[in-house]
């Protein structure tokens, strides 16, 4: 019997709750909530998604790998179209882009938010139309600025003083008006980890609107004439549940833009509320649907404009998580599993850190259940690791896996599909893994597995 067999202590993850340990019969289960839609556990106990077997898609394409649910990716995009039909839903590419993706998003009628030339270099090569882009950050440089002036990029969210002024030059030189929208830190503290919340005063990102930055920026912008300014954008960090900080986030930016009404006699005619709505990686989540978000956004900005009697601008959003982190789940196969008396099995997995930061840096919460087959064993209280020097390389903190979880097991840990992949590093030489994306039973590579001879290439001897 190993170390946390059922009826063992479990005091180290009471922020659980009271009630969460499962029952035997509970190790094979799947909360609908953390797995992508077409995922179910087939008849032979192994998880099938798209119709396909996990146990052949290891076979064919090796483990780790990023499992694509092609069909709840194109589902999420809808949900949040249909939601938000009167508003323009900008995908936020940072949370995983590849041409593939890029090719979706334009099937499923979104628009693209990119914030990096590496990024808008994906996007254009994909063919994506342009004028459908919004470009981000708060240092673009020169040559950024130039690309994606050069490329019909439809917005450009600046950030600062410096790219005013940069992006006026390249205008002017090349005797076009780009459209741009104006980055405002609203002054919102969102509920949220410390390095993910971007909207409270003390950060690199945007105009502070309590200084007097953003409205200065947006009279320079108007009375210079070079750029277009088509509105004021407002994202206030990532992975949120609360949605009274978008309410407050929507009200303050309202209020900037009757003070540019006021000074200018100009109605901007968008409004940007950026994204960041949070999605369910544990039991412990309960993220909001997105009819509900567009409902609340919708009524806020509405009683808003009326109070200032301004005209309603046109909403757009800009979610990445919330479309694509439930679409996916990493694919891993276990290595060894170790019991550390008296606190819990170590189970080690063929990854870890390099594919998945996201516990070692955000402290987050992942949930995992052994893929390849179902057990009949009890409960056993896991750590799953990777397989990384460093001992911060935990995937996932804390789950109930079946006792008698082995080498050679597969591991699938649902909600990976933003901010992993895109965030992957090669630490330890470890070559990141493939993206497969399935559908209607048939499996592709998106993107391919690295190899040794990838991270070599880049190394000059
Ligand atoms: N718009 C802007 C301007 C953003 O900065 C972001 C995310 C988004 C939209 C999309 O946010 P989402 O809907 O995906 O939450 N690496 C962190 C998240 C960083 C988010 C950066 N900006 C993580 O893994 O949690």
């Given at each position: 019997?190993?170390?946390?067999?059922?009826?063992?202590?479990?005091?180290?993850?009471?922020?659980?709750?009271?009630?969460?340990?499962?029952?035997?019969?509970?190790?094979?289960?799947?909360?609908?909530?953390?797995?992508?839609?077409?995922?179910?556990?087939?008849?032979?106990?192994?998880?099938?998604?798209?119709?396909?077997?996990?146990?052949?898609?290891?076979?064919?394409?090796?483990?780790?790998?990023?499992?694509?649910?092609?069909?709840?990716?194109?589902?999420?995009?809808?949900?949040?179209?249909?939601?938000?039909?009167?508003?323009?839903?900008?995908?936020?590419?940072?949370?995983?882009?590849?041409?593939?993706?890029?090719?979706?998003?334009?099937?499923?009628?979104?628009?693209?938010?990119?914030?990096?030339?590496?990024?808008?270099?994906?996007?254009?090569?994909?063919?994506?139309?342009?004028?459908?882009?919004?470009?981000?950050?708060?240092?673009?440089?020169?040559?950024?600025?130039?690309?994606?002036?050069?490329?019909?990029?439809?917005?450009?969210?600046?950030?600062?003083?410096?790219?005013?002024?940069?992006?006026?030059?390249?205008?002017?030189?090349?005797?076009?008006?780009?459209g741009v929208l104006i980055?405002?830190?609203?002054?919102?503290?969102?509920?949220?980890?410390?390095?993910?919340?971007?909207?409270?005063?003390?950060?690199?990102?945007?105009?502070?609107?309590?200084?007097?930055?953003?409205?200065?920026?947006a009279?320079?912008i108007i009375?210079?004439?070079?750029l277009d300014l088509r509105g004021?954008?407002?994202?206030?960090?990532?992975?949120?549940?609360?949605?009274?900080?978008?309410?407050?986030?929507?009200?303050?930016?309202?209020?900037?833009?009757?003070?540019?009404?006021?000074?200018?006699?100009v109605?901007l005619?968008?409004?940007?509320?950026?994204?960041?709505?949070?999605?369910?990686?544990?039991?412990?989540?309960?993220?909001?649907?997105?009819?509900?978000?567009?409902?609340?956004?919708?009524?806020?900005?509405?009683?808003?404009?009326?109070?200032?009697?301004?005209?309603?601008?046109?909403?757009?959003?800009?979610?990445?998580?919330?479309?694509?982190?439930?679409?996916?789940?990493?694919?891993?196969?276990?290595?060894?599993?170790?019991?550390?008396?008296?606190?819990?099995?170590?189970?080690?997995?063929?990854?870890?850190?390099?594919?998945?930061?996201?516990?070692?840096?955000?402290?987050?919460?992942?949930?995992?259940?052994?893929?390849?087959?179902?057990?009949?064993?009890?409960?056993?209280?896991?750590?799953?690791?990777?397989?990384?020097?460093?001992?911060?390389?935990?995937?996932?903190?804390?789950?109930?896996?079946?006792?008698?979880?082995?080498?050679?097991?597969?591991?699938?840990?649902?909600?990976?599909?933003?901010?992993?992949?895109?965030?992957?590093?090669?630490?330890?030489?470890?070559?990141?893994?493939?993206?497969?994306?399935?559908?209607?039973?048939?499996?592709?590579?998106?993107?391919?597995?690295?190899?040794?001879?990838?991270?070599?290439?880049?190394?000059?001897?």
């Open positions: 019997m190993r170390a946390h067999e059922a009826g063992a202590l479990h005091a180290d993850i009471g922020h659980r709750g009271p009630g969460w340990l499962r029952t035997p019969e509970d190790v094979n289960a799947l909360m609908p909530l953390l797995w992508p839609r077409t995922v179910t556990r087939g008849d032979a106990g192994a998880l099938t998604v798209g119709g396909l077997d996990v146990r052949e898609i290891a076979e064919e394409y090796g483990t780790p790998a990023y499992i694509l649910d092609e069909a709840d990716f194109r589902a999420r995009c809808r949900d949040f179209r249909a939601a938000f039909d009167d508003c323009d839903v900008y995908y936020a590419g940072k949370a995983f882009l590849c041409r593939a993706v890029v090719g979706i998003i334009a099937e499923e009628g979104l628009f693209l938010d990119v914030c990096s030339g590496g990024e808008l270099a994906v996007a254009l090569t994909a063919g994506f139309p342009p004028e459908r882009l919004g470009f981000h950050g708060n240092n673009k440089s020169v040559a950024e600025l130039t690309r994606a002036v050069e490329a019909g990029v439809g917005r450009i969210i600046v950030d600062s003083f410096h790219e005013i002024d940069r992006l006026t030059a390249i205008a002017r030189e090349r005797g076009v008006r780009p980055r405002v830190t609203v002054g919102v503290e969102a509920h949220t980890h410390e390095y993910i919340a971007t909207a409270h005063e003390d950060q690199k990102f945007g105009f502070s609107l309590a200084g007097g930055a953003a409205l200065a920026a009279l320079k009375d210079e004439d070079v004021l954008h407002s994202h206030i960090g990532s992975q949120i549940f609360d949605t009274g900080g978008f309410e407050v986030s929507a009200r303050r930016v309202l209020g900037l833009q009757s003070q540019i009404r006021d000074a200018r006699g109605e005619p968008e409004l940007d509320l950026g994204g960041g709505f949070g999605i369910a990686y544990t039991s412990q989540d309960d993220p909001a649907e997105p009819g509900d978000l567009a409902k609340r956004i919708r009524k806020i900005v509405e009683d808003e404009c009326e109070a200032d009697r301004l005209t309603m601008p046109r909403l757009s959003i800009e979610p990445g998580r919330a479309i694509v982190g439930p679409a996916v789940f990493t694919l891993y196969e276990v290595g060894t599993v170790k019991d550390v008396d008296g606190i819990r099995s170590y189970v080690s997995v063929d990854g870890g850190m390099s594919d998945n930061i996201r516990t070692a840096l955000y402290d987050a919460s992942y949930s995992c259940t052994v893929a390849g087959r179902a057990s009949a064993a009890g409960p056993m209280l896991a750590r799953v690791v990777g397989k990384h020097c460093e001992a911060g390389d935990i995937v996932v903190k804390d789950e109930f896996l079946p006792a008698d979880v082995q080498p050679g097991d597969l591991l699938a840990v649902p909600g990976t599909g933003a901010y992993c992949r895109s965030m992957a590093s090669n630490y330890n030489h470890v070559p990141r893994p493939p993206v497969v994306a399935v559908a209607e039973g048939t499996a592709r590579l998106v993107v391919r597995r690295e190899t040794e001879d990838d991270l070599l290439a880049l190394d000059m001897g």
